[in-house]
Antibody
Framework: EVQLVESGGGLVQPGGSLRLSCAAS????????MSWVRQAPGKGLEWVAN????????YYVDSVKGRFTISRDNAKNSLYLQMNSLRAEDTAVYYC???????????WGQGTLVTVSS | SYVLTQPPSVSVAPGKTARITCGGN??????VHWYQQKPGQAPVLVVY???DRPSGIPERFSGSNSGNTATLTISRVEAGDEADYYC????????????FGGGTKLTVL
Protein backbone atom coordinates (compact mmCIF):
# COMPACT_ATOMS: atom_id res chain seq x y z
CA GLU A 1 0.00 0.00 0.00
CA VAL A 2 1.37 3.38 -1.01
CA GLN A 3 1.79 5.72 1.96
CA LEU A 4 3.06 9.27 2.20
CA VAL A 5 3.45 10.75 5.67
CA GLU A 6 4.39 14.39 6.14
CA SER A 7 5.95 15.86 9.25
CA GLY A 8 7.73 19.00 10.41
CA GLY A 9 4.92 21.53 10.32
CA GLY A 10 4.23 23.96 13.11
CA LEU A 11 4.16 27.59 14.18
CA VAL A 12 7.03 29.79 13.04
CA GLN A 13 7.64 33.52 13.12
CA PRO A 14 7.87 35.59 9.94
CA GLY A 15 11.38 35.38 8.56
CA GLY A 16 11.94 32.01 10.18
CA SER A 17 12.72 28.61 8.72
CA LEU A 18 11.15 25.18 8.75
CA ARG A 19 11.99 21.84 7.15
CA LEU A 20 9.20 19.54 6.08
CA SER A 21 9.72 15.83 5.56
CA CYS A 22 7.69 13.22 3.72
CA ALA A 23 8.28 9.53 4.40
CA ALA A 24 7.28 7.31 1.49
CA SER A 25 6.52 3.59 1.56
CA UNK A 26 4.79 0.93 -0.50
CA UNK A 27 6.42 1.81 -3.83
CA UNK A 28 9.85 2.28 -5.42
CA UNK A 29 10.42 5.86 -4.33
CA UNK A 30 13.44 6.39 -6.58
CA UNK A 31 11.32 5.75 -9.69
CA UNK A 32 9.00 8.72 -9.32
CA UNK A 33 8.98 12.47 -9.55
CA MET A 34 7.64 13.92 -6.30
CA SER A 35 5.86 17.18 -5.51
CA TRP A 36 4.86 19.50 -2.71
CA VAL A 37 1.43 21.11 -2.97
CA ARG A 38 -0.03 23.56 -0.46
CA GLN A 39 -3.45 24.85 0.48
CA ALA A 40 -3.97 28.05 2.46
CA PRO A 41 -6.89 28.02 4.89
CA GLY A 42 -10.15 28.17 2.95
CA LYS A 43 -8.31 28.52 -0.37
CA GLY A 44 -7.51 26.35 -3.38
CA LEU A 45 -4.60 24.09 -4.18
CA GLU A 46 -1.24 25.56 -5.16
CA TRP A 47 1.65 23.50 -6.51
CA VAL A 48 4.88 24.50 -4.76
CA ALA A 49 7.73 22.44 -6.19
CA ASN A 50 8.68 19.12 -7.70
CA UNK A 51 11.82 17.06 -8.15
CA UNK A 52 12.95 14.46 -10.63
CA UNK A 53 13.74 10.88 -9.64
CA UNK A 54 17.48 11.46 -9.24
CA UNK A 55 17.18 15.04 -8.00
CA UNK A 56 18.76 16.46 -11.15
CA UNK A 57 15.76 18.66 -12.01
CA UNK A 58 13.76 20.83 -9.63
CA TYR A 59 11.00 23.31 -10.38
CA TYR A 60 9.30 25.88 -8.18
CA VAL A 61 6.32 28.21 -8.23
CA ASP A 62 7.51 31.79 -8.63
CA SER A 63 6.38 32.86 -5.16
CA VAL A 64 8.84 30.52 -3.40
CA LYS A 65 11.85 30.68 -5.73
CA GLY A 66 14.98 31.60 -3.80
CA ARG A 67 13.32 30.83 -0.44
CA PHE A 68 12.29 27.16 -0.62
CA THR A 69 14.43 24.17 -1.60
CA ILE A 70 13.08 20.75 -2.49
CA SER A 71 15.33 17.72 -2.05
CA ARG A 72 15.13 13.96 -1.66
CA ASP A 73 17.05 11.05 -0.19
CA ASN A 74 16.26 7.93 -2.18
CA ALA A 75 18.17 5.74 0.28
CA LYS A 76 15.79 6.89 3.01
CA ASN A 77 12.67 7.04 0.81
CA SER A 78 12.19 10.61 1.90
CA LEU A 79 11.25 13.94 0.37
CA TYR A 80 12.05 17.29 1.97
CA LEU A 81 11.10 20.94 1.69
CA GLN A 82 13.42 23.47 3.29
CA MET A 83 11.51 26.70 3.78
CA ASN A 84 13.41 29.89 4.61
CA SER A 85 12.38 33.54 4.96
CA LEU A 86 8.84 32.45 5.70
CA ARG A 87 5.98 34.90 5.23
CA ALA A 88 2.43 35.03 6.53
CA GLU A 89 1.21 34.07 3.05
CA ASP A 90 3.10 30.77 3.30
CA THR A 91 0.62 29.65 5.96
CA ALA A 92 -1.00 26.51 4.58
CA VAL A 93 -1.38 22.78 4.78
CA TYR A 94 1.54 21.29 2.85
CA TYR A 95 0.94 18.03 1.03
CA CYS A 96 3.50 15.62 -0.34
CA UNK A 97 2.35 13.94 -3.57
CA UNK A 98 3.64 11.34 -6.00
CA UNK A 99 3.82 12.38 -9.64
CA UNK A 100 2.54 9.97 -12.24
CA UNK A 101 2.38 10.29 -15.99
CA UNK A 102 2.24 13.95 -17.07
CA UNK A 103 2.71 14.87 -13.40
CA UNK A 104 -0.73 13.80 -12.26
CA UNK A 105 -0.60 13.37 -8.47
CA UNK A 106 -1.92 9.87 -7.91
CA UNK A 107 -1.12 9.60 -4.20
CA TRP A 108 -1.16 12.28 -1.53
CA GLY A 109 -0.19 12.44 2.10
CA GLN A 110 -2.57 13.80 4.73
CA GLY A 111 -0.70 17.08 4.95
CA THR A 112 1.14 19.05 7.62
CA LEU A 113 0.08 22.52 8.75
CA VAL A 114 2.54 25.39 8.62
CA THR A 115 1.52 28.59 10.38
CA VAL A 116 3.62 31.71 9.96
CA SER A 117 2.69 34.24 12.60
CA SER A 118 4.21 36.42 15.27
CA SER B 1 2.27 32.14 -16.41
CA TYR B 2 -0.52 29.84 -17.54
CA VAL B 3 -3.97 30.47 -16.05
CA LEU B 4 -6.80 27.97 -15.58
CA THR B 5 -10.32 29.30 -15.00
CA GLN B 6 -13.06 27.30 -13.27
CA PRO B 7 -16.57 28.39 -12.23
CA PRO B 8 -16.68 28.87 -8.44
CA SER B 9 -19.75 26.72 -8.04
CA VAL B 10 -21.96 24.21 -9.84
CA SER B 11 -25.23 22.80 -8.52
CA VAL B 12 -26.97 19.65 -9.66
CA ALA B 13 -29.84 17.44 -8.52
CA PRO B 14 -29.17 13.83 -7.56
CA GLY B 15 -29.24 11.48 -10.53
CA LYS B 16 -28.50 14.26 -13.00
CA THR B 17 -25.29 15.09 -14.85
CA ALA B 18 -22.80 17.67 -13.60
CA ARG B 19 -20.31 19.34 -15.92
CA ILE B 20 -17.39 21.31 -14.52
CA THR B 21 -15.33 23.33 -16.96
CA CYS B 22 -11.70 24.39 -16.92
CA GLY B 23 -10.68 27.12 -19.33
CA GLY B 24 -7.19 27.87 -20.54
CA ASN B 25 -5.42 29.15 -23.64
CA UNK B 26 -5.21 26.22 -26.06
CA UNK B 27 -5.72 23.81 -23.16
CA UNK B 28 -6.61 21.16 -25.71
CA UNK B 29 -2.90 20.82 -26.45
CA UNK B 30 -2.13 19.96 -22.82
CA UNK B 31 -2.81 17.00 -20.57
CA VAL B 32 -5.46 17.84 -17.95
CA HIS B 33 -5.94 16.17 -14.61
CA TRP B 34 -8.89 16.48 -12.21
CA TYR B 35 -9.01 16.14 -8.42
CA GLN B 36 -11.82 15.77 -5.94
CA GLN B 37 -11.38 17.15 -2.43
CA LYS B 38 -13.83 16.71 0.42
CA PRO B 39 -13.65 18.85 3.57
CA GLY B 40 -10.73 17.99 5.81
CA GLN B 41 -9.33 15.43 3.39
CA ALA B 42 -6.46 15.28 0.94
CA PRO B 43 -7.33 15.57 -2.76
CA VAL B 44 -8.05 12.45 -4.79
CA LEU B 45 -7.17 12.07 -8.47
CA VAL B 46 -10.35 11.25 -10.40
CA VAL B 47 -9.29 11.81 -14.03
CA TYR B 48 -5.84 12.08 -15.58
CA UNK B 49 -4.56 12.70 -19.11
CA UNK B 50 -7.83 14.37 -20.08
CA UNK B 51 -10.03 11.29 -19.84
CA ASP B 52 -8.40 8.34 -18.07
CA ARG B 53 -9.64 7.11 -14.70
CA PRO B 54 -7.42 5.74 -11.93
CA SER B 55 -8.40 2.36 -10.61
CA GLY B 56 -11.23 2.58 -8.11
CA ILE B 57 -12.80 5.69 -9.61
CA PRO B 58 -16.37 5.06 -10.81
CA GLU B 59 -17.13 5.16 -14.52
CA ARG B 60 -19.55 7.98 -13.73
CA PHE B 61 -16.51 10.27 -13.78
CA SER B 62 -15.27 11.19 -17.26
CA GLY B 63 -13.26 13.93 -18.88
CA SER B 64 -12.80 15.64 -22.22
CA ASN B 65 -10.50 18.33 -23.54
CA SER B 66 -10.59 20.39 -26.71
CA GLY B 67 -9.78 23.88 -27.83
CA ASN B 68 -9.78 26.23 -24.86
CA THR B 69 -11.93 24.14 -22.51
CA ALA B 70 -11.55 20.91 -20.59
CA THR B 71 -14.60 19.38 -18.93
CA LEU B 72 -15.13 16.98 -16.05
CA THR B 73 -18.47 15.20 -16.36
CA ILE B 74 -20.08 13.39 -13.46
CA SER B 75 -23.06 11.25 -14.48
CA ARG B 76 -25.82 10.08 -12.17
CA VAL B 77 -24.63 12.40 -9.44
CA GLU B 78 -24.80 11.13 -5.87
CA ALA B 79 -24.80 13.02 -2.58
CA GLY B 80 -21.30 11.68 -1.92
CA ASP B 81 -19.98 13.54 -4.98
CA GLU B 82 -20.43 16.87 -3.22
CA ALA B 83 -16.90 18.27 -3.00
CA ASP B 84 -14.44 20.75 -4.43
CA TYR B 85 -13.02 19.85 -7.84
CA TYR B 86 -9.74 21.14 -9.25
CA CYS B 87 -8.25 20.90 -12.73
CA UNK B 88 -4.50 20.87 -13.26
CA UNK B 89 -2.04 20.99 -16.14
CA UNK B 90 1.71 20.71 -16.56
CA UNK B 91 2.76 23.86 -18.37
CA UNK B 92 6.00 23.04 -20.13
CA UNK B 93 5.73 25.93 -22.57
CA UNK B 94 7.58 28.55 -20.57
CA UNK B 95 8.09 28.39 -16.81
CA UNK B 96 7.95 24.60 -16.47
CA UNK B 97 5.34 24.60 -13.76
CA UNK B 98 2.25 22.79 -12.57
CA UNK B 99 -0.88 24.90 -12.48
CA PHE B 100 -4.16 24.33 -10.67
CA GLY B 101 -7.47 25.94 -11.46
CA GLY B 102 -9.16 27.90 -8.71
CA GLY B 103 -11.55 25.06 -7.90
CA THR B 104 -15.28 24.46 -8.26
CA LYS B 105 -17.61 23.67 -5.40
CA LEU B 106 -20.09 21.01 -6.52
CA THR B 107 -23.34 21.14 -4.57
CA VAL B 108 -25.81 18.29 -4.78
CA LEU B 109 -29.26 19.75 -4.27
Amino acid sequence: EVQLVESGGGLVQPGGSLRLSCAASGFTFSSYWMSWVRQAPGKGLEWVANIKQDGSEKYYVDSVKGRFTISRDNAKNSLYLQMNSLRAEDTAVYYCARDQKQHAHDYWGQGTLVTVSS
Amino acid sequence: SYVLTQPPSVSVAPGKTARITCGGNNIGSKSVHWYQQKPGQAPVLVVYDDSDRPSGIPERFSGSNSGNTATLTISRVEAGDEADYYCQVWDSSSDLSLVFGGGTKLTVL
